[in-house]
């Protein structure tokens, strides 16, 4: 650095007319004080700037040293940011998966419990025209006794209305259930039990719409008892309280055929 400043102190000289100045040899002792003077103010100049520039140097160099460092600060940030993200995707991608089946299993569950509602709670039945409300024990204890009547198993369908009748004495299926158990057993030709049965129906269901063909069915068992005053009277009575019934035309045909 020393010889660089040499140098570059030797060519201002040159410059400044001080190599002609010695080589033509003419100075007095002022003008050589004073030129001696104005060369030391210029190399002070020339000093100053010169060190000025290296200092300035200097300073850009620790300024690009700090760039670096910054850059290389970010990259390491941007590498770390990177790995985050990289995390945090896997993460959603394990919580998509937990939350979709979380979803599942809640929708099973909500579905099974559906299920066991719907055999513990009531649900609305209609049947003869009447609506009403059944668990699932009633209507499945009333479709098999009902399945038993379809198959003309008339024995053991009078045995299966029969117990219905008895663990279910407020069901809305028990007049529907009085009446096939009473028609099962007109079935087998026991008449007077399913007279009663049909009695029964017309005592605990007045209104009921199987009201006009339980005393058709009546009638009909006591012709078959012989009791021909007996029927005669119940078709009459028929035909007075239900005079619009299907059951009521067909009494009015059975009154003329009765001797």
Request: glycine share 4%; proline share 3%.
């Amino acid at each position: 650095m020393i010889k660089l400043f040499n140098a570059v102190l030797f060519a201002g000289l040159l410059n400044m007319g001080l190599g002609s100045s010695v080589h033509a040899g003419i100075f007095d002792d002022d003008e050589a004080r004073k030129a001696i003077l104005d060369l030391r103010q210029k190399v002070e100049v020339l000093k100053s700037n010169f060190e000025g520039q290296q200092v300035n140097q200097n300073a850009f160099q620790e300024e690009i040293v700090q760039l670096k460092k910054s850059i290389l600060n970010l990259q390491s940030m941007i590498e770390g940011l990177k790995q985050e993200i990289q995390v945090l995707s896997g993460d959603k991608e394990v919580l998509t998966k937990a939350l979709s089946e979380t979803q599942r299993q809640l929708k099973t569950q909500a579905q099974s419990l559906e299920d066991r509602m719907a055999r513990v709670e009531p649900q609305k039945v209609s049947l003869d025209d009447q609506e009403f409300l059944a668990d699932q024990a009633e209507i499945k204890d009333f479709e098999n006794a009902l399945a038993l009547f379809k198959k003309a198993d008339y024995q053991l369908a009078a045995v299966a209305f029969a117990e219905f009748s008895k663990r279910f004495p407020s069901s809305g299926y028990s007049p529907s259930s009085v009446y096939f158990m009473a028609t099962a057993q007109y079935a087998v030709r026991d008449y007077k039990t399913a007279i009663n049965g049909f009695r029964n129906l017309v005592s605990i269901a007045p209104t009921h719409p199987r009201v006009p063909d339980a005393k058709l069915s009546i009638a009909s068992c006591q012709i078959e008892l012989k009791d021909i005053k007996g029927a005669r009277k119940t078709l009459e009575e028929l035909i007075k309280e239900h005079p619009q019934s299907e059951a009521a035309q067909s009494a009015k045909e059975r009154i003329l055929r009765l001797k």
